[in-house]
């Protein structure tokens, strides 16, 4: 247990000092008729029908923290914030006691949440105020929030908040909340954005469900699962890496449009744009494929820019984003031959592609199959110039084992990914619905990927049996909501989007 800090054992000095006056600093009660924008509409109201400004009559119970305190001699101002905005305190000696008063100014402080109880007025300076009459603490600040800082620059004031260090501010996002207001308006955002899907998932007549998080087989995406144990079961079990397999289970038992919004987990690198515990959404609907998926999808995220921002223009990292529709469609053969100068056709085989690529002085990994080494020149040289939305089109069959092939050309597959601002934003299939053919795809992976290779899928005998009692033709999607949340929100990095990183353990 880390020492106390010299303005923490001050703060409680005062605690107790409130505890030997009989005032508890952490009741268990409280008393609250309104919130501070509600108090403020209660006055608006009342002074509109014809009360008195300066005494309207409106008496309010109001809760918050203190943000700031200004004494005068036998009064003090001071100004509580509760998520709903901010309201001034007018204390006066002659309203609360002069004992009161300088129990708040001694033993109250900046962070402190409180309650107050007076009647709505204005003051001379036009503020609309609460004139206290009672008040009383409702939790004690011990350790001092981080404070506003303020520099002279060119002769100009400036103040900014001094929790401005990325770090600091994910390792305590209850800190970053409480002095930083923008990071509270952008998880509103973020909140926005999910209900914005659902609503229109809704609309769309997908229904909502929930599938198992801890999985006795991991599937559906290519990354490394995390392992765990059931100790009474004396099983090993996986933190799910993607809803895919158990949301297409449910196609086979007739829920026709599914989806499900949660948390997947993969055990990978950490980037600007990846976390090992992150907000997927996935839908799946039946009588549908990869078209029918891109126009829906286009739909979507058209809506929820709308839903969110009031326009489909999006503003993300100095580029003006148009989530109107019809987005760009290309295949990946001509997105590799335009941005990397390869005819993916003359190269049929992995070790041709390899060595055109190391020509070019592209080093790919040894011994890699053709897809990989394709979505390779993907990342590499593709991947950055997409800025506008932009659906990149049929992908290589050994890195897709669960969607379905393209007529005519069995080594290519009906799948899309959406890239936005120079990275992917979902991924998406005409799934495969042949029991036979996706228990050879199994089959194949296991006999060309390395054991410890993140790409391998894991043969799951009880998904195929699902498959085998009939699946109809359908159309999958996911997408990232961390991501989109980037997006929306014009953030460069997954970190400020979601409200608890994982990060290195910290050595002291």
């Excluded at 703060?11 to 009660?29: C, H, I, N, Q, V």
């Excluded at 006055?43 to 309207?56: K, V």
């Excluded at 549908?288 to 223009?313: F, H, I, K, P, Q």
């Excluded at 992908?395 to 936005?420: C, N, Q, W």
């Amino acid at each position: 247990m880390r020492e106390y800090t010299e303005v923490e054992k001050v703060r409680l000095t005062k605690l107790e000092r409130l505890r030997a006056r009989g005032e508890e600093p952490y009741p268990t009660r409280l008393q609250r008729t309104h919130a501070t924008v509600a108090a403020v509409a209660a006055y608006a109201a009342a002074t509109a029908a014809g009360a008195d400004p300066h005494d309207s009559g409106v008496t309010v119970t109001v809760c918050g923290r203190i943000r700031s305190v200004r004494t005068m001699g036998k009064s003090a101002f001071a100004h509580i914030e509760d998520g709903t905005g901010k309201l001034q305190l007018y204390l006066r000696a002659n309203e609360v006691g002069l004992e009161a008063l300088k129990a708040f100014e001694d033993d109250y402080d900046l962070g402190d949440f409180v309650q107050a109880t007076g009647v709505m007025v204005q003051t001379k300076t036009g503020e609309v105020t609460v004139r206290v009459a009672s008040f009383r603490m409702l939790a004690k600040s011990v350790s001092p929030l981080p404070a506003a800082k303020e520099e002279i620059v060119d002769g100009e004031r400036k103040v900014y908040s001094a929790f401005d260090n990325p770090e600091a501010r994910y390792r305590q996002r209850y800190a970053d909340l409480a002095v930083n207001p923008e990071v509270r308006a952008l998880f509103r955002t973020r909140a926005q954005i999910v209900s914005a899907v659902r609503r229109f998932l809704d609309a769309h007549d997908f229904l909502e469900v929930e599938t198992p998080v801890l999985q006795p087989l991991y599937g559906g995406a290519a990354a490394r699962p995390f392992t765990t144990h059931h100790n009474q079961l004396h099983q090993d079990l996986y933190l799910r890496i993607s809803f895919e397999l158990y949301l297409k289970r449910l196609l086979v038992g007739g829920l026709e449009r599914v989806y499900e919004i949660g948390r997947d987990f993969r055990n990978e690198g950490v980037s600007y744009k990846h976390n090992p515990e992150f907000t997927q959404l996935e839908f799946y609907m039946a009588y549908a494929d990869y078209n029918d998926v891109m126009d829906l999808t286009e739909a979507m995220l058209g809506s929820v820019a709308e839903a969110v921002l009031g326009a489909r223009t999006v503003h993300y990292q100095g580029h003006t984003l148009d989530f109107n529709g019809p987005w760009r469609r290309v295949t990946i053969r001509d997105a590799v031959l335009e941005y990397a100068g390869i005819e993916l056709n003359q190269f049929p085989t992995a070790e041709g592609l390899a060595e055109a690529m190391i020509v070019r002085g592209h080093h790919p990994e040894q011994k890699s199959v053709r897809g990989k080494l394709i979505d390779s020149l993907v990342g590499h040289y593709v991947e950055p110039k997409l800025i506008q939305p932009t659906f990149l089109m049929d992908y290589p069959r050994d890195i897709s084992p669960l969607a379905k092939s393209k007529p005519g050309d069995p080594s290519t597959v009906e799948r899309f990914e959406l890239y936005v601002a120079g990275f992917e934003l979902c991924n998406a299939f005409t799934e495969l619905n042949d029991p036979l053919d996706q228990e050879a795809r199994f089959a194949e992976m296991g006999r060309d990927y390395a054991a410890d290779d993140e790409e391998k899928h894991p043969l799951d005998e009880d998904y195929l049996q699902a498959m085998r009692y009939g699946m109809p033709p359908n159309g999958g999607f996911g997408m990232g909501i961390d991501r989109l949340t980037m997006l929306l929100t014009d953030k460069p990095n997954i970190r400020e989007v979601i409200m608890f990183p994982h990060l290195r353990t910290r050595e002291d």
